[in-house]
């Protein structure tokens, strides 16, 4: 248990990050781009965002900014296709289980890192020993302790072993923090950023995180991947307009993460005289509010259903987002199997008078007082705009009395868990595309957001979606938690954002590695000659 | 000050090097008491939301944080003498180090802005003083408050929507085109050095193309403030007995202005320009933020809200002994060549 | 710089005695509009005009406005919309929250004056005690105080601001007293300046010497001296200030660390926000708020040179040097270096030129 509420911890903390980052990635499957041969540009791919970029040895950092160039430079063992759902082989052969706890993979023959070394199943040992030794800050290592044992029989073999089962365990090898590195990285330190080497399809040429990263092609790529451009360089920009104004410019070829919703309105609408194209991928990125279960006044139920009651998605999607953004009715995001719209099947629409009766029927003295949290330099500054329209559609039912209260970041993040917020935001970004990651960190007992919530069906329920292997038995378990959760309201989803990127004319690929898995696959970019 | 000496010019430059030790350390505390006594320990600030509590106080121990404040005060002006600034915590770069990598392009822009405010002030507060309380003095002295009444923001916007979305002539934001950033190595730190070690003259025209607007942004700024020196200081030259002397002989008046007058009223402009590091510095704050500059200034916006207290107490540590020692030497040069010093 | 010397200040500001205290201030408000003339009348005159508008919109706000300040929809909860055109009922549109942007300028007005006199009556309770007690106890306390003074102003001042709102804002909020605080820290090293001088010179001045010679308290006699003294020379600085500290708020407030949004409408958070907007051809969410900086800025400039040549015309050049510098320098600098106010060549201080003229 302990390490799975680390695991949502860190994974809070990359949601974070995500929002102020790009990703990248590099993946194993060979995408299936028009994008003509490779290398018949001299021009690299020039990406603008926002993000910022931490530490790019996979030990050293759990935001998506960092791991997409990981996704990029390195190869894991698995990896979700483009596209897809399901953990493929990477660098692996195959993988499978030997039983609950034993997850064994054979190593594909003649992969060698940049530098021209052999990956061998020792790589495998070492970059996961590694991981768990360092134990860095950014808690990315947190994924693997479920991991008893790794070791590596013979040079194409590894074995894990481990603690108890987990039917997840095939996507947290998808995962950066999985990522395979030469063993002539420290084996207690980070490995400095201007010096890494992986075996993906590209090499880290330049590491400036304040002004700009280039990467070159790799020449010793082994993988599936088809690499469709010459290098790319990341351009980092301090505000969401600058990018905007770069790509309208022409300075930069692709706009991703992250554009301001008056931007992306203005680029879908005049983007085309421009020779921009707004391009829009599947999102799996959400936000919501967590009421705290844990006091008063929303240790009533009663309270947390007319919250749920009362708050109009609708309204804030068109309102502040105008419609870059899509209400979100459930714990899990449209588009994820196992999504269900059980606050819409339990709520219907927003119903002031409902709500008056729910807290009329369970004796609640109103107005009901409370503070609600955000953060403005985490999710954008749309954030403050919802929570002042959030404040509004409760207030003006006359049975709530909402104190708006933010706090940046840091201090947020320090705060959120320690129970003393009534109310606050939160974003997330999955860690792979499993409908469990949007329940478990959640709803636990244990739960990262520690808002007292817990429910003992709700344990058991998590325990059959991260053990159990049938299908089956788990889409019927998300469905059952989507349902309790509406019931209990603990959490109120708001809503869910499509992936959006800006694209010059002319540039491919793009809309294809904007999918559920949030990795931005640099080497599917065509198209990019001038 | 009259009663000064070509002896007590000496004495002067001792003192005044003197002085320059005690005012280091006054502002170090200033610093340190700002920085570290308010907030309280930079590691659970910083990072306080990520760990327990036990990993805190193990990280606050290894940082030295948990020591008394004393000895954490002396280690701080000890570093600071040793030039150790310390680590950034959020990505681990050293202080000094982000000067050196951030520093040229905050450089290139104060230095080209300083040069836009001295073409556009030199002539015109000249000629502001030489028709003083004319109605020409009168619009140009509105317009010099006028530069520096619009906020370098307001004024940097309005750039951007003239000059480069309306008209299209010139880049908004960044050093250089992100494909010639790539393509020129880096080797000063400073752009447009970096072209022309390179050979690369197209990489230096891009690079100037994308300074202009931000250069003339700033530039704005420091103008109107020159324009007035440089017109106060004309119009006391010209009282002064050897311009009388001059227009006795029947010299015309912007023969005076040009030839006797210009040189002397220029002197006391040196020691203006020690004040003007520090506003240079804060507006370039403000317009690296609007062009999207990589400069110091944008570093420190982005620690601040990464509540990095420890590089932004380096880099505030670092702004404020730049802008000390600036003052320094510039009153150390106007005293050598100011002439009224040895009168 | 401060060679050409005049008459000291003060000198020529001793007031003539018999009138009443009310009659002697109002007369003193009224004087440098009677006494001005020629380009400094207009710039008085023009630059009052200017920053009594503002002062008027910020009095009358609630009555100006149409809306409030964080308003999205009419009385009928009709909402406004986003973006829509300056024009109908929205004089000059709304903005990306659906905001009305007149009454958001209007509000602004509001926030800055009050964040500005806030600012102005702590910096100078701070100011003038530390002065005080600066110049008149002198020795080290003298020292230390003015060391500390100095080594504020080797901050840039924006910096100082940024940083002094910031660690409040962890502790107090981001409020107007908060801003007004991180302005406070900026303006106190000028109004102590003055006053210290004032104190000093004041110590000096033969006149002291003979009433303590004469059994006079001399603290009595020195209180209404730097009286006169503050009163000479504060309102220039304070104008000028003042003009500052607009643009020190809204720089803070385009940075992100002034006021928050929920608490006032601040034009520098206006712009910031309105950048985007720019960007998209909507002009009418930063124009207007970035005019009512530019205009109140102007006013309080012009007004604060208008006096600052009026007050007294025949130290106009060299008080041009010595006050007026300071304000000029972005950030408020006094016109001075750090240091040179010790031995050294830099421009003077008005309270140690008086003395060198009387010496």
């Avoid at chain 1, 030469?182 to 090499?203: C, I, K, R």
């Avoid at chain 2, 931000?214 to 010209?238: E, H, K, S, Y």
């Avoid at chain 3, 605080?181 to 000028?190: F, M, R």
Wanted: aromatic letters at 8%.
């Amino acid at each position: 248990m302990r390490a799975r509420r680390f695991r949502g911890a860190a994974a809070f903390v990359l949601a974070g990050a995500f929002a102020l980052a790009a990703c990248g990635g590099d993946d194993d499957t060979a995408a299936d781009d028009d994008g003509g041969e490779a290398g018949d540009s001299s021009l690299p791919v020039v990406l603008g965002t926002t993000d910022t970029v931490t530490n790019i040895d996979p030990a050293g950092s759990y935001d998506k900014p960092s791991w997409n160039i990981v996704y990029n430079t390195y190869q894991r063992l698995l990896a979700v296709p483009l596209g897809g759902s399901e953990p493929q082989p990477d660098a692996a052969e195959s993988c499978d289980w030997d039983d609950d706890t034993t997850y064994r993979c054979t190593l594909k023959s003649g992969q060698t890192f940049a530098d021209g070394s052999e990956i061998t199943s020792e790589n495998v040992v070492h970059s996961i020993e590694r991981q768990l030794e360092i134990q860095h800050e950014s808690n990315g290592w947190q994924l693997l302790t479920g991991i008893e044992e790794v070791e590596a029989p013979d040079e194409s073999t590894v074995v894990f072993h481990l603690e108890s089962p987990d039917a997840t365990f095939p996507f947290i090898l998808t995962t950066a923090a999985a990522a395979i590195v030469p063993m002539d990285y420290p084996a207690d330190e980070l490995q400095p950023n201007d010096q890494v080497v992986g075996s993906g399809p590209y090499t880290v040429d330049e590491f400036d995180p304040t002004q700009q990263i280039q990467l070159g092609v790799n020449e010793n790529y082994a993988g599936d991947r088809e690499v469709n451009n010459s290098g790319v360089i990341l351009q980092f920009y301090q505000t969401e307009s600058a990018l905007k104004q770069a790509i309208e410019e022409g300075e930069v070829m692709i706009a991703y993460r992250s554009l301001a919703v008056t931007d992306v309105e203005d680029l879908e609408e005049n983007g085309a005289e421009r020779g921009v194209e707004v391009v829009v991928g599947e999102g799996t990125e959400i936000n919501y509010m967590v009421l705290q279960a844990s006091r008063e006044p929303f240790d009533e139920p009663a309270v947390r259903q007319a919250v749920a009651q009362i708050i109009d998605r609708e309204t804030i999607a068109e309102s502040v987002y105008r419609g870059t953004v899509t209400p979100l009715y459930g714990p899990i995001p449209e588009g994820v199997p196992g999504h269900v719209p059980s606050f819409k099947e339990q709520y219907g629409e927003p119903d002031p008078e409902a709500a008056e009766q729910l807290l009329d029927e369970a004796g609640v003295e109103t107005p009901v007082e409370f503070d609600a949290w955000w953060m403005p330099d985490r999710y954008g500054e749309e954030i403050g705009d919802m929570f002042g329209e959030i404040e509004r559609q409760l207030e003006d039912t006359g049975l709530f009395e909402v104190n708006l209260e933010q706090l940046s970041w840091a201090q947020y993040a320090e705060t959120f868990s320690d129970q003393s917020m009534d109310a606050f935001d939160l974003g997330w970004f999955p860690d792979y595309p499993d409908a469990s990651n949007y329940i478990e960190p959640f709803y636990h007992a244990e739960s990262v957001v520690n808002n007292g919530y817990s429910d003992d069906e709700m344990d058991e329920l998590i325990d059959v979606m991260l053990t159990d292997t049938d299908e089956e038995a788990r889409l019927d378990a998300f469905e059952r938690a989507s349902e309790i959760v509406a019931e209990d309201a603990p959490i109120i989803q708001l809503w869910q954002r499509d992936q959006i990127a800006a694209v010059r004319e002319g540039v491919e690929g793009v809309e294809e590695t904007l999918d559920p898995s949030f990795i931005f696959y640099y080497d599917v970019v065509s198209g990019v000659e001038e | 000050m009259s009663t000064r000496t070509a002896g007590s010019l000496r004495t002067y430059l001792l003192t005044r090097v003197l002085l320059f030790v005690p005012q280091v350390i006054v502002i170090l505390t200033i610093v340190f008491v700002l920085m570290r006594v308010a907030p309280g320990d930079p590691v659970s600030v910083a990072l306080g939301g990520q760990r327990s509590e036990e990993e805190l106080a193990e990280l606050r121990a290894a940082a030295g944080y948990d020591r008394p404040i004393i000895v954490q005060y002396w280690e701080y002006i000890s570093g600071v003498l040793r030039l150790d600034f310390g680590h950034t915590i959020i990505d681990n770069r050293s202080v000094a180090e982000i000067f050196a990598v951030n520093g040229g392009a905050t450089l290139t822009l104060t230095v080209a802005a300083f040069v836009v405010a001295l073409l556009l002030a030199v002539p015109l507060g000249l000629i502001a003083g030489r028709f003083r309380d004319t109605p020409l003095d009168g619009s140009l002295r509105v317009f010099g408050i006028l530069t520096y009444a619009a906020p370098v923001f307001f004024v940097g916007l309005l750039m951007q929507l003239a000059f480069a979305r309306g008209l299209g002539w010139l880049p908004s934001s960044s050093q250089a085109s992100p494909v010639v950033t790539a393509r020129v190595p880096s080797q000063t730190n400073i752009f447009l050095v970096d072209a022309l070690l390179a050979g690369d003259t197209a990489a230096f025209w891009n690079g100037v193309q994308h300074l202009v607007l931000p250069a003339v942004t700033l530039g704005l700024l420091l103008t109107g403030t020159f324009m007035r020196i440089i017109r106060v200081n004309l119009i006391q030259t010209m009282r002064s007995d050897y311009v009388e002397a001059a227009r006795a002989r029947g010299v015309s008046e912007t023969r005076v202005v040009i030839q006797h007058a210009f040189r002397n009223a220029m002197v006391p402009f040196v020691t203006i320009l020690g004040l003007q590091v520090a506003l240079l510095l804060g507006g370039a704050i403000l317009t690296e933020q609007t062009f999207n500059w990589n400069g110091i200034g944008s570093q420190l916006v982005r620690y601040l809200d990464s509540r990095d207290y420890i590089a932004v107490q380096g880099i505030i540590t670092l702004f404020a002994l730049a802008v000390v020692t600036a003052s320094l030497l510039i009153d150390i040069i106007n005293a050598i060549i100011d002439p009224r010093v040895r009168y | 710089m401060a060679t050409a010397a005049g008459p000291p200040p003060d000198d020529s500001a001793v007031p003539a005695g018999g009138r009443t205290r009310t009659r002697r201030v109002l007369s003193g408000i009224a004087r440098p509009y009677r006494d001005s003339h020629g380009v400094g009348r207009f710039m008085l005159v023009t630059g009052t005009v200017l920053a009594a508008i503002m002062v008027v919109l910020a009095v009358f706000a609630p009555l100006i406005a149409p809306f409030g300040f964080a308003q999205v929809a009419d009385v009928d909860g009709e909402r406004f919309g986003n973006h829509l055109e300056p024009g109908g009922v929205h004089l000059f549109g709304t903005t990306t929250q659906g905001f009305d942007v007149f009454s958001r300028v209007v509000w602004g007005a509001r926030t800055a004056v009050t964040v500005v006199l806030l600012a102005l009556v702590f910096s100078l309770i701070v100011g003038v005690l530390l002065g005080l007690v600066a110049g008149y106890v002198g020795r080290w306390v003298d020292r230390l105080l003015v060391m500390i003074m100095d080594s504020l102003f080797a901050l840039p001042a924006l910096l100082l601001a940024i940083v002094v709102a910031f660690l409040l804002a962890e502790h107090i909020g981001g409020g107007a007293a908060t801003a007004a605080l991180a302005i406070t820290a900026v303006y106190v090293p000028q109004y102590f300046r003055v006053v210290r001088a004032a104190t000093v010179s004041a110590k000096e001045q033969t006149y002291v010497e003979a009433a303590r010679a004469m059994g006079a308290r001399s603290g009595t006699i020195m209180f209404r001296y730097l009286l006169n003294n503050v009163i000479q020379s504060v309102p220039v600085i304070a104008t000028l200030n003042a003009a500052d500290a607009i643009l020190t708020l809204a720089g803070l407030g385009f940075l992100g660390y002034g006021i928050q949004p929920t608490e006032a409408a601040e034009w520098g958070y206006d712009l910031q926000r309105a950048v985007t907007d720019a960007g998209t051809g909507i002009w009418w969410t930063g124009l207007f708020p970035g005019m009512a900086i530019v205009l109140l800025v102007m006013g309080l400039t012009l007004m604060g040179e208008g006096l600052n040549e009026t007050i007294n015309p025949a130290i106009r050049v060299r008080r041009m040097l010595s006050i007026t510098l300071p304000e000029r320098a972005h950030e408020s600098r006094p016109g001075v270096s750090p240091v040179s106010r010790q031995p050294g060549p830099g421009p003077e201080q008005d309270g140690e030129a008086g003395k060198d003229g009387a010496q």
